[in-house]
């Protein structure tokens, strides 16, 4: 017998219309959510010794304060995806908006570790509704597949410009005011979506969305969390079996879930969704430019701070200086797009630049700090012009309906690419610094960089200075083996988008 619903219900495309003023200045509002969400991933790193000083949290609070956003973040995307499919992208985004603007004043004076750890998932829950929505969103407005390309490219950048900024924006506002500012900043953008949304924003949903399946909800919840857990801890704590068991637990529960997509009257997940023209390619090639993004980022941040000794505000004001060349790769990708360039060529090209980004990291000593700069540049550069294509490719073969479902199933891609990266360059990265270190060496400064520098901070001068000096070349060559293998994985990807999208014309929506 045919599951009646085994396939993804297929309306008539919109008409394509370029898009006015009304479009573009809402094409700006949507940036400000999106902006914000992905601050909020980084917005703690330097406020994180006033809380402790305020708050007096456990070592296990400290890192709920810091993981449950998140992970609370990625657990429900695909949820918040099909709801706001159901309701109303727009009706969904203004609820994120307001959940977002009262956890945020709830985070900024909360008195106590636990409120904090309740402020910080409701402002994941909110991040989750405001994700899948503005893209979803955007699917909408932009019928015209060229506008629709710059425009993802510009939340493509924007997206990654905010992780960066982030960072800074804590330091800078913890140095002048107090720690719960980094969260107040929040507020005037999200007063702004909400009154300005209403007014430019339409509203789209899918007419016939069939009942919801509730039981999907825990078992992608389920799928996802202990998957992202144990891939987090992996890098600093090594493959412990708990971890272990974490990631293969959460595989088990993604294989029921599946199953369950597969099977129910009304999935939570259309598997026709997955069989669009173009749809899964452009779900892997995400995750795994998610992995060579993620996976550099951590090696290039400790770097800046332990190895050439910045401090953490000077570290992350440095790392602004590779997003003028994220700001360039937008425009680039748009001009080739609108000459008609194939997109397999584009996003096979960016997948080339990135792997050519970690190819110069492969090249730097233990004073290197422009090339470093630059590697990371060209390397997320090249990430920026594989993402807005993919993203772009994805969101036009998806059928309007299902703008949000297929939004957020991207997001959590790049949540689980990001997640492995880190995991498994991580580890690589890890074992070459512990191979590398004398068996000698103190049994902290063995295990990690960070170890060598607490060590360090207790012998006498000559004797800390010779351990730090070993140390800091044993975490370079790491990273070397980290961009070795990143460049292989990237020059690998480059390939398989040439194969895999080579028949898929940019003009296709």
């Not at 937008?330 to 990135?354: D, I, K, Q």
């Amino acid at each position: 017998m045919t599951n009646p619903t085994s396939t993804t219900p297929t309306t008539p495309p919109p008409a394509t219309t370029r898009a006015g003023r009304r479009e573009w200045t809402a094409l700006g509002v949507l940036m400000l959510p999106l902006l914000l969400v992905s601050m909020d991933v980084s917005v703690l790193y330097f406020a994180a010794p006033a809380i402790s000083a305020d708050l007096r949290p456990s070592g296990t609070q400290q890192l709920w304060i810091f993981d449950i956003y998140g992970f609370v973040l990625a657990g429900l995307l695909m949820t918040m995806g099909s709801i706001g499919d159901r309701i109303g992208r727009r009706k969904l985004l203004l609820m994120g908006a307001a959940a977002f603007s009262a956890a945020s004043v709830l985070a900024a004076y909360a008195d106590s570790a636990e409120t904090l750890i309740a402020a910080r998932a409701i402002l994941g829950i909110g991040g989750a509704t405001l994700m899948p929505s503005t893209m979803a969103l955007l699917r909408t407005m932009f019928t015209d597949p060229g506008e629709r390309a710059k425009a993802i490219g510009l939340w493509s950048g924007v997206m990654t410009g905010g992780i960066a900024l982030g960072s800074v924006m804590s330091g800078i506002l913890v140095e002048h005011f107090w720690w719960g500012s980094v969260f107040l900043v929040n507020l005037p953008a999200m007063a702004l979506l909400l009154i300005l949304g209403p007014v430019l924003l339409p509203e789209s949903k899918d007419p016939n969305p069939g009942r919801f399946d509730w039981l999907s909800v825990p078992l992608s919840m389920a799928a996802v969390l202990p998957v992202i857990y144990g891939l987090k801890e992996i890098p600093s704590e090594g493959w412990h079996p708990q971890y272990v068991v974490s990631v293969t637990v959460g595989l088990l529960f993604a294989a029921l879930f599946v199953h369950r997509q597969r099977t129910s009257a009304s999935p939570l997940i259309p598997p026709a969704l997955l069989r669009g023209h173009g749809f899964t390619p452009a779900l892997v090639l995400t995750l795994i430019s998610a992995f060579g993004m993620m996976g550099s980022a951590i090696f290039t941040t400790q770097y800046l701070q332990s190895v050439l000794g910045k401090s953490p505000l000077a570290a992350a004001l440095w790392s602004l200086l590779p997003s003028v060349l994220i700001g360039v790769a937008g425009p680039v990708t748009g001009a080739l797009v609108a000459r008609g360039v194939r997109r397999g060529h584009v996003v096979a090209s960016g997948f080339a630049v990135s792997s050519v980004g970690y190819a110069l990291l492969a090249l730097t000593g233990t004073d290197s700090l422009w090339l470093v700069l630059v590697a990371a540049g060209v390397l997320a550069s090249g990430v920026v012009m594989v993402m807005s294509q993919l993203t772009d490719l994805a969101m036009s073969t998806a059928p309007v309906e299902r703008a949000g479902t297929a939004s957020s199933l991207l997001e959590t891609g790049t949540e689980f690419g990001g997640a492995l990266g880190m995991a498994v360059l991580g580890s690589i990265g890890t074992a070459i610094y512990r191979h590398e270190m004398p068996s000698s060496a103190p049994a902290a400064a063995h295990e990690t960089l960070g170890g060598a520098l607490a060590t360090a901070a207790r012998l006498p001068d000559r004797t800390a200075a010779a351990l730090l000096s070993t140390a800091r070349e044993a975490f370079t060559s790491g990273m070397h083996g980290v961009a070795i293998a990143g460049a292989v994985i990237l020059a690998g990807a480059a390939a398989l988008a040439a194969v895999t999208l080579r028949k898929i014309d940019v003009s296709e929506k």
